[in-house]
Each structure stands twice: as C-alpha cells, then as structure tokens.
C-alpha cells in the first residue's frame, strides 16, 4: 500500500552528476592502495618467514599469513574518504522523477477582450482549479497553481498554491494593451523547477507589443507545456479614425490639406470635427460606409509653431469610443509671434499691458493677449510663440501645470521668457520655491540680512476637521503646513517665527524660533495634523498677541489661515485686532473657500492693516504665505527713484547709450550664472538674463507702466528696448542637415536620426540624443544608439496618446547640448483600440504548436498528466563533504594510533574493581608480546659471536627456530614472544656479525 502510494507520486530515482570529469579523482583509489602496499607485503613476508600461524579473532589471509589489521583499515578508510571528495566534487545529484503538476494561467485583461472575456476566463480557470488532484497526507498537493492577468503590464493575481478555490480578480494592469510575452516570462518565473510545468493562455490571441512567437519558444525550451484557451474579442458596431495624414511643415496663412481615413463596420451618418491645438478649425457631417472611408478637409495654418490637428468623430452607435480621436503634428513657420500674460482683472491688468502693447505694435512684433488664469498649459499650445511675456503676474494666477510647462518650454523646447515686475512679483508675487523662479536669472530671496529690521512674525493655521478634506489627491493640511515651512525658508537668519496650529485650542505650538534654526523645526512644521472642530478666532489671536509681547523686534506680522465657513467665536476679535494693532502688529488673513464667515475675516484684515486673501485652491497656499513673508519684510518692494547702473554689455543695450530714471523695483538676488545687464544697486539687479536649457530668460524687476516706470513710458526708445529684450529671447534656429524621423512600432517609439553626409567622417565619434516632450511639459530623454555609418536610432516608450516634440541633439566633449532636428510626432491610440483585420484564433493556436501545447475546450484538460515527467533533483554535495569531513580524522588516527578494543574494555572493568590501570595494561596481549621481544633482544645482544651461516645454514636455522619457539627464556606469566619477531632478531644480529660490526648493546 506504501509503495502504491509512492508510485503514485514518484517514477524512478536515478544518481547523476553535473560534472562528471571529476570522477577521474577515483583513480586515486587503486593508487592509494599502490602506495599502502609494501607495508602489507612487508607484513607478509616476515609472517611467511617466521611461519605463522593465524592468530584467533584476528585477520587472516587464505594461506594462514597474518595481515596487520591498523594498515588494512587505515587504507580503507583512506580509500572511502577519496571517494567522498570525488563524488561531491563531480556534482552528484539524487533525481527524483515525479508526477507532480504545477500550472500557472495567464489572463488576457484588455481592453480588447472586454468584461465579458474576463468573466469567461474567471469561470475557466475557478472550474479548472476544482479538477486538480487531492493532496497526500504524508506527500503534500500533486497539484498546485497559480495566476497572472496581464495586458499592457502583467501582475501575480495568486501566488502558486494548492488551494482548489478561486478569489475574485483584483489586479490593476494598464488595459490599453495586449503583450504575451510579458505574461509568459512572469509565468514560468512562477513555475518550480521539480514538478511538471504547464502554462495556460487565456486570450483573444491580439497582441500588441511583444513577442508572442519567441514567448512561446522560451517556453518549451524551458521544459514547460504552452497551452490556450481562446476569448472572445469584443464585438459590435464600431467606427475608428485610422489614420490622419497631414504635411510636416507649413507656412503661417497657409491652407493645407487634412486627409481623414475612418473605417466603420456599419453604414451611419457621423460628424468629424478638426482642431488646431485649442481651435475649431473645420467641422462636417460624414456618411459612413462598411469599411474604409477618405475624407479631405481643407484648413488654414493660422499660427506660427509647433500646432497639433486633432481630428474628432462623433458616431451614434460606437462600441470602441478610444478610436475615435487621433491627433497629428505640424510645424508653422511664419515671423515671430509672443505671448503677453498679464495679471488677472482688479489688479490693474489692463494698464500693465497697455504701454507694453503700444510697444510692440510700434516695433511691429505681433503678439496674443490674455490673463494668467486662460494661458495656454499644454506645451504644444505654448509651442506656437517664440517667447512668453509675463507683466507684473502673481505666482498664485498660474496653475501648478502652467509653471511646469513653462519651464519646459524654455528648457526643453528653446522657447523664450521675459518677466516684467511689479509689486505683485518677483518675491512678493510668490516665486520663491517655484519652477518659475528656476527658470528665471535671479532668485526670490535677499541673501544681505543688514539690508532688513528683525521681524518676529506669526503664522497661526486652522486645523480643525474640515482641514482634512482631499484636494487633487493631498490633504488642505498638508498643503498649509507646506505654506507655513516654505515661509519659514524665507525669513532671514535673526527674523523670529512661530507656528501655532489651532482649532478649539493651540494643540501644535513650534517656537519661537530664529531663522538660523530652521532645519531643525521645519521637519515638526510639515508634520502637523487634522485636528477637529472649527478654529477659535478669538482665542488663536490671543494666542498670537501672547507669544509677540515679549519681543524686541520693531516689525511684528500676524499671518491667519481660517476656514471661510468655519470661523468660530468671533464676538471680542475686532476689539483685539485693534489692539493688537496698536502694539505695531499687522495681520494678514487668508480664507479658504468663499463661506458666510468671509466679511468677517475680511473686515478683521482690514483693521490689522495686512492684506486679505481668498482662495478656493490650498494649493495656492505656499506662493500666498511666501508673498505675505516678502511684505512682512517690508524692504523686498524698494520704492524710491534711481538710475540704473550699467553692468555688462548686451545686445539688449544696441543702440541705447542712456536710460531714464525709475520710481521703484523688487528686490531680489541674482543667480551665479547669470549675467546682469542693468543694476539698480550695488547688489541688486535691475535687468539679468541667462541661457536656461535650450532657451534664454530675461528677468527686468521693475515694472513697465507709469507706476515705477513713467520716464521710461515717455522714453522715445521704450519701443526699441523691450523689441530687443523679447527679440534676444528668441533663438534662430538653424538647420543642421540633419534628417529625423519618428515611427510607431507597438507602444514605442522608433527615432531615427541620419547626420549629413559632411560630417559622416566624424558620426564614430558623435553622441546624439533624442527629447520627447509631450502636452503636460513631461520630457523624456534617451541616448541615441548608433546603428550605421551616421545613422543613429533609438526606442521611446511611449504610453499616452497624443503630439509630442521630438527633439534630435549632439552632444560636444563637454556633455553641452546642440540642435540637430525638431519635429512634431503624435502617438496615435493604442493597437489595443484598433479594428481586427482578422480572428486571433489562428495565432492562438500557432503559439501552442509552438510551445508544444495544443488548444483546450474543458477546463479539467489544464491538469492533465500529459506533460513531460519532472525531476526534482538533490544536490548531495553538502552530505557527502560532510562524510568526508567527519572520516578524515578516523583516516588520521588509523594510522597514527594503536587501540585495542578489548583491552580498553579490560582497563575500565579493571578501574571499576579497583586494580591498577598499570596492571591491567601490562595484561594485554601486544604489550606482553612487545616486553618479551625486548628481554630476548638483550639475552641475544650477550652471546658470544658465531660465525656468519651461508644460506643453506640459515634456512637451517631458521627450520631449527620454527621447531624450537619455547627455548626462549620469558618470565612468569608472560606469553612467549611471536616466532616472527625472535627470527628477526637472530638474522639482524647474524648480519651485523657477517659485515664485521660489534653487536648493539641493548639499553640498560
């Protein structure tokens, strides 16, 4: 019954050896012997001659001669330990063939199957789970399993195990995509290597990257079974643009040809709709036939840039809306074109742009309008200018998004910025920490503290419950403890700050605290949690008033965060924020969201003479409390007229030998790189640029209206300046020879790039790179490998549809950045969306074929024993060194050490009754023998000297001896000594008589 049920389990044992050649070492076995042999011929030669007897209990040969029983065993040990060494060094493995079965079922979660598909495939893989074979009391599960679902990505849905049960599907793959081989490599990654292995597939057989074929190959080569199970694709009406064919490059006011290829698998009317980046270029109503469908639209290239077309359908039955819009790329040329960003309305918007625009026009550069809140963010919309103008704009007006892709334009794409002044930028327009002040040439924060009066400033911060609403995936919290730290970076080293966070009571208190130590309380800052509540107004401006009455500072600044709708105890408040005031305390509040308690916070800000802000968005809260801590300062906004100095020479400057007096500017710092064309002090910087990435900045911290700017309004070169200061932004780009080119392939992207045939002398030396920029200002950038002579290609992933600008660079010994090509490349929806030419039927079964499988109808076919028997293998290195390990002392002393079994035994029973253990040595059998020979070798040692016997009297001799073994005198109760060692005795004496030598006299 035993071995039924281990047949049952296990086929056959064999021993193998992964590397036999050292078995060789076994020879060293007869050679072991070889060398050990004289000695056991020594032994039995002098047994021969003294004819002896066999000795009870002892080892004998046939021929009754007497073996030495140490050398025997001392070679046999010997003989075993070689073996040992030499079977763990030739690999020696016990395999074990089984019939054990792990499967691993790989599910097609994509798009292309649909929900439909994944059911199917869960109900096969849960039935299939139930046919698996039970598991052994003793032997563990015959079967186990495992599951993957994949599409673009794979990911382990169950771990391999032979649990019969199967949980709902729960993990998350980017479904836009369909790779087999993906999901067949983290298949046989799951499959052990002692049980047989099979795979399943569950799909519609549409892969879209990958490769499926080699996946396949991989898998029988690693002794696994691919098999299929076919899915349904998902079915019904369906119409997808194919393709959208328009040219490369164009000319501003141009009229170019849009061609539109629509296949649709039923006839219906439909409206195909085209942009131009953010504008409706052409629309139309479209009759859809069975099949492929052309349309050509005819649009104008209204602007300069880099422009996306975006072409649209609208159908009413549609089963696949992802192939319904595709997008392609354009390159406008044209004369420059820049965009002029003002702030929003009720700043004075209107009169920060109205001079500057007069400008433009009289220098003849044309130019787009419009707020800081309806600018463009998509960095293929700010493609189209040359250069970005931003006037006296708060960091709080542009989005998160917006300074992001500004900066990338100017990095990534070489586009070109100049910043205007202000009182609401700069510093106090809340640059500080923001991508806008990395593009820029100077930086926020005055680094001269003698130039600022000590202040100690306040931040009192509402942490009550509703605090703890979500915004965009962060936390309100959060996002103002970020606001309160970020302001605490600004303040200067001697400036004094505390952070208290209140709701019914100050729960968080940090500080007072100088700005020398920020590093240590920052940390504690940003890690300030949700309280609950609502926030005492009353008690946290007591609070507030508290901990700045002891300072000496003259300056001292109060900054309120509270919830719009949630502002309690406000009965008392205006009374001490009049107070308050009294005592030189100025206080700013900022409401988050436009609730009822809004006057409130509002009127309370006016009678602490601080500004009032309101805000919908927490995270406009660090650039708000970096704007309230430059005022706070109240030395960032220099309002007082000066002449500016000139520094370096610009072509800004051309022509302009002289410049008129300004009323005021915001501080601020320039950066080590940047050069500083005009100073409005010593330290400060009136008008710096610098070569950011591929692009240039220019930063000008005055302003360009009557406010601070007056004389220069009226200065009759006002035009030709701020034309020179926008024109040196803007980068002529020249057309290196180079040709680039940009192919899909899958969900990559295939560059290719071809130098010149001028500089193909020098393409084994070039490095070239490719920049992938898409509309969120995100840009990717990998090395270009060279394939050919000059020609040089690279894979981009690319995930996202949509334009993106793909930039083709040289680099120079120095690692610096050179322009080979621009060109526009739009990634088209994934293949996943695309309409089937054909049934993926056919390739289902051509994988299995591949894989050695077969396609399965029945569930219960995924645990059938029609794969190759495994072999679960043994490695017996460890055991055998470990042998061989404990055997070698035992070789040792098998030679080295004389032990004598029974007369250990004697001397313990002797030490047990009490005897001498002198005695009890002196009992044994050897040392009786060996105290014999040594009296009869002193008795032979005083005879007299006979003469030498020839060989006839010696074999006379030694018959006389074999006759006459008790002749020799012992003493009483000593064993008479081996006939064999009395004959030696005699013959070495009788030689050393015949050479002429005295006999040895034996010791005394």
């Known amino acids: 019954m035993k071995a039924a049920r ?137 079967d186990s399993a495992a599951v993957v679902v994949f599409g673009a990505d794979a990911q382990i849905e169950r771990a391999m195990t032979g649990l019969r049960d199967l949980q709902p599907f729960g993990a998350q793959v980017r479904s836009g995509g369909t790779n087999v081989e993906n999901a067949v490599r983290l298949g046989l990654s799951l499959l052990p290597n002692d049980t047989a292995r099979r795979l399943v597939l569950l799909s519609d057989g549409l892969p879209t990257s990958g490769d499926a074929e080699a996946a396949a190959r991989l898998a029988r080569a690693a002794n696994a079974r691919l098999d299929v199970v076919a899915l349904p694709s998902t079915t019904g009406p369906d119409a997808a643009i194919e393709r959208l064919d328009v040219p490369q490059r164009a000319s501003a006011g141009q009229v170019i040809p849009v061609q539109v290829v629509v296949r649709s698998s039923l006839a219906q009317r439909a409206q195909l709709t085209l942009f131009a980046g953010p504008d409706l270029v052409g629309q139309q109503d479209v009759n859809l036939l069975v099949g492929q469908n052309t349309f050509s639209i005819r649009v104008t290239a209204a602007r300069a840039g880099l422009s996306a077309i975006r072409a649209s359908l609208s159908v009413p039955q549609d089963g696949i809306p992802q192939n319904n819009t595709l997008s392609a790329a354009i390159v406008v040329g044209g004369p420059p074109r820049i965009l002029l960003v003002a702030g929003a309305p009720g700043r004075g918007a209107a009169d920060e742009v109205a001079p500057l625009k007069a400008a433009l026009r009289a220098a003849e550069i044309a130019f787009d309008e419009t707020t800081a809140g309806a600018m463009p963010t998509e960095i293929q919309s700010l493609a189209e200018y040359q250069s970005l103008v931003l006037a006296n704009v708060p960091a709080r007006d542009l989005s998160q998004r917006a300074m992001f892709s500004i900066q990338s334009y100017v990095r990534d794409i070489g586009g070109g910025l100049v910043v205007i002044g202000g009182p609401n930028s700069y510093g106090v327009g809340g640059y500080f920490k923001t991508p806008l002040e990395e593009t820029l040439p100077v930086e926020m924060q005055v680094r001269d503290p003698k130039r600022f009066p000590s202040i100690a400033m306040v931040i009192v911060m509402d942490k009550s419950g509703s605090m703890g609403a979500l915004e965009n995936g962060a936390q309100k919290m959060r996002l103002a403890a970020e606001a309160a730290a970020r302001a605490v970076e600004l303040l200067n080293e001697d400036d004094e700050v505390t952070v208290i966070a209140f709701d019914t009571l100050p729960v968080d208190v940090i500080g007072p605290f100088n700005g020398r130590d920020r590093a240590a309380y920052i940390p504690r800052i940003v890690r300030i949690g949700v309280g609950g509540g609502g926030i005492y107004i009353k008690e946290s401006l007591d609070e507030a008033a508290r901990v700045l009455a002891p300072t000496t500072r003259l300056t001292k600044f109060v900054i309120l965060l509270a919830d719009g709708s949630d502002s309690e105890h406000q009965p008392g408040a205006r009374e001490l924020v009049a107070q308050m005031r009294a005592r030189n305390i100025t206080l700013s509040v900022v409401a988050i969201g436009d609730g009822s308690d809004v006057p409130f916070l509002r009127d309370i800000a006016r009678i602490g003479e601080g500004r009032f802000h309101l805000t919908n968005r927490a995270a406009n809260l660090p650039n708000i409390f970096t704007e309230e801590t430059a005022l706070a300062q109240r030395s960032y906004i220099i309002e007082e007229p000066f002449f500016p100095k000139l520094g370096a020479a610009s072509p800004i400057l051309a022509g302009i030998s002289a410049v008129p007096q300004l009323r005021g500017y915001v501080a601020s710092t320039p950066k080590p790189s940047a050069q500083v064309i005009l100073r409005a002090s010593e330290t400060d910087p009136l008008l710096a640029t610098w070569q950011y990435g591929l692009g240039r900045a220019v930063a000008f911290t005055s302003d360009a209206t009557t406010r601070w700017g007056q004389p220069w309004v009226n200065w009759a070169e006002y035009p030709r300046f701020w034309a020179q200061a926008i024109r040196w932004t803007i980068l002529d780009r020249l057309d290196s020879g180079a040709q680039a080119k940009v192919t899909s392939r899958g969900d990559r992207a295939v560059i290719e790039a071809d130098l010149p045939a001028a500089r193909a002398a020098q393409a084994n030396e070039a490095r070239l790179r490719a920049t992938l920029i898409d509309a969120d200002g995100i840009t990717q950038t990998v090395p270009m490998v060279q394939t050919a002579p000059g020609h040089f290609e690279v894979d981009a992933p690319l995930t996202l549809p949509g334009a993106y600008l793909v930039r083709v660079e040289s680099l120079d010994a120095a690692g610096e950045a050179t322009l080979e090509r621009a060109i526009p490349y739009a990634r088209p929806y994934s293949a996943e969306y695309a309409p089937a030419a054909a049934s993926g039927q056919s390739a289902l079964e051509a994988w299995a074929s591949l894989g050695g499988g077969a396609r399965l109808t029945m569930p219960a076919q995924a645990f059938e024993l029609n794969v190759p028997a495994a072999a679960a293998r043994t490695d017996l290195f460890p055991i055998l060194m470990l042998f061989a390990t404990l055997l070698l002392p035992f070789d040792v002393a098998a030679r080295r050490i004389v032990i004598s079994v029974p007369g250990l035994l004697e001397r313990l029973f002797a030490r047990r009754r009490g005897l001498a253990p002198q005695m009890a040595l002196a009992n044994t059998e050897r040392m009786g023998r060996l105290m014999a020979a040594k009296r009869k070798t002193v008795t032979s040692a005083d005879a007299p000297v006979e003469a030498p016997l020839g060989r006839a009297s010696l074999r006379a001799e030694l018959q006389r001896l074999r006759e006459q073994p008790a002749q020799y005198a012992i003493e009483e109760g000593a064993e008479a000594p081996p006939p064999a060692v009395n004959a030696a005795a005699e013959l070495l004496r009788r030689r050393r008589e015949r050479k002429g030598k005295p006999p040895e006299t034996p010791p005394n």
């Open 6 to 142: 281990r047949d049952r389990y296990n086929l056959a044992r064999v021993l193998t050896f992964s590397q036999p050649v050292f078995l060789a070492l076994l020879l060293l076995i007869p050679l072991s012997i070889l060398i050990a042999w004289p000695r056991l011929a020594q032994r039995r030669r002098v047994a021969a001659l003294a004819g002896a007897r066999p000795v009870a209990g002892g080892p004998a040969s046939r021929s009754g001669l007497i073996w030495d029983r140490h050398t025997v065993i001392g070679a046999l040990v010997r003989c075993g330990l070689i073996a040992l060494i030499a079977l763990a060094m030739a690999g020696a493995q016990l395999v074990t063939l089984n019939r054990r079965l792990s499967v691993v079922f790989l599910v097609d979660a994509s798009d292309s199957v649909g929900a439909e598909g994944r059911d199917l495939a869960a109900d096969f893989v849960a039935d299939a789970l139930r046919s698996m074979r039970p598991a052994g009391q003793r032997e563990g599960p015959l």
